[in-house]
T-cell receptor, first 113, second 121 residues
């Protein structure tokens, strides 16, 4: 079982809706990430939070708004999305060690109609 | 130029046979790390194995081993005794030393395009 939990697993929304994706980890990791993955493509980095502060924003459109309420939680607020935003959204976390491997959740599959 | 190259879009292997998934990388940073992840159809990215640039020995984790050839800049994944549950996408990824460090143990990984492995009964 993954130690990074993402909800919801599936989400269908219209272009005028507002929704949120949630991610939770209890491994004590202080870095958390959002990735976007289109079908048959590798994951693309969107945002990185370090110690609950946004450290990287990979030029993501403002219709995606990340939030890190505490060290265990990461949200991605969605508003006025486009059909091309339909994708698998993966959350990950990592700790400060030599390997620095990322631990991923199962993802939230988003469909924008 | 691509930093991580996986030249095999798809691979087939007979159950119980071994298979090698290719990965080459490009970096000028002397300190880097190489990772392999497995992604089943469920979507989760599962960490399999890690090789650091200064590691003298090839990494092994159960049925997974990494054939690390530093001079050739290759980091191939070897799966021994393939099982039906090994059918998935496999991604090679690289972390480049301090340039990828973004604070608090956060790193930027560069992923290859992936190889889809299908295990045949």
């Amino acid at each position: 079982d993954t130690e990074v939990t993402q909800t919801p697993k599936h989400l269908v929304m219209g272009m005028t809706n507002k929704k949120s994706l949630k991610c939770e980890q209890h491994m004590g990791h202080r870095a958390m990430y959002w990735y976007k993955q289109k079908a048959k493509k590798p994951p693309e980095l969107m945002f990185v939070y370090s110690y609950e502060k946004l450290s990287i924003n990979e030029s993501v459109p403002s219709r995606f708004s990340p939030e890190c309420p505490n060290s265990s939680l990461l949200n991605l607020h969605l508003h006025a999305l486009q059909p091309e935003d339909s994708a698998l959204y993966l959350c990950a976390s990592s700790q400060e060690r030599e390997r620095g491997e990322l631990f991923f959740g199962e993802g939230s599959r988003l469909t924008v109609l | 130029a691509q930093k991580i190259t996986q030249t095999q879009p798809g691979m087939f292997v007979q159950e119980k046979e071994a298979v090698t998934l290719d990965c080459t990388y490009d970096t000028s940073d002397p300190s880097y790390g190489l990772f392999w992840y497995k992604q089943p159809s469920s979507g989760e990215m599962i960490f399999l194995i890690y090789q650091g640039s200064y590691d003298q020995q090839n990494a092994t984790e159960g049925r997974y081993s990494l054939n690390f050839q530093k001079a050739r800049k290759s980091a191939n994944l070897v799966i021994s005794a393939s099982q039906l549950g090994d059918s998935a996408m496999y991604f090679c990824a690289m972390r480049e030393g301090t340039s990828a460090y973004s604070g608090a143990g956060s790193y930027q990984l560069t992923f290859g395009k992936g190889t889809k492995l299908s295990v045949i009964p």
